[in-house]
Nanobody, 116 residues
Framework: VQLVESGGGLVQPGGSLRLSCAAS????????MSWYRQAPGKERELVAR????????SYVDSVKGRFTISRDNAKNSVSLRMNSLKPEDTAVYYC??????????WGQGTQVTVSS
């Protein structure tokens, strides 16, 4: 099983980034996919989640209206479009795959830094 994130980097406040996560080694469409983030000195938090069929999406309040999660089950990938980025969005962003009570899968993370 592999989850490989890409697309992180340094961006100015107000800018945009698009994170991608390429999945392999499991039945992608059967898993809910999520993006988490962890800032220095803080706990990892759930940012956005999308169900296996894409029919249900949820976001943490702090990113509603700015971030958009999407998935392509034909390409085994999930993305996070991040607009109007703020310094407080700075964190390592992780891709997560979850199915019921099974042990979830995690990617290695990608750094997002929002700074002028």
């Amino acid at each position: 099983v592999q989850l490989v994130e890409s697309g992180g980097g340094l961006v100015q406040p107000g800018g945009s980034l698009r994170l991608s996560c390429a999945a392999s080694g499991f039945t992608f469409s059967s898993y809910d996919m999520s993006w988490y983030r962890q800032a220095p000195g803080k706990e990892r938090e759930l940012v956005a989640r999308i169900t296996g069929d894409g029919g249900s999406i949820s976001y943490v309040d702090s990113v509603k209206g700015r971030f958009t999660i999407s998935r392509d089950n034909a390409k085994n990938s999930v993305s996070l479009r991040m607009n109007s980025l703020k310094p407080e969005d700075t964190a390592v962003y992780y891709c997560n795959a979850r199915r019921g009570l099974y042990t979830p899968y995690w990617g290695q993370g990608t750094q997002v830094t929002v700074s002028s």
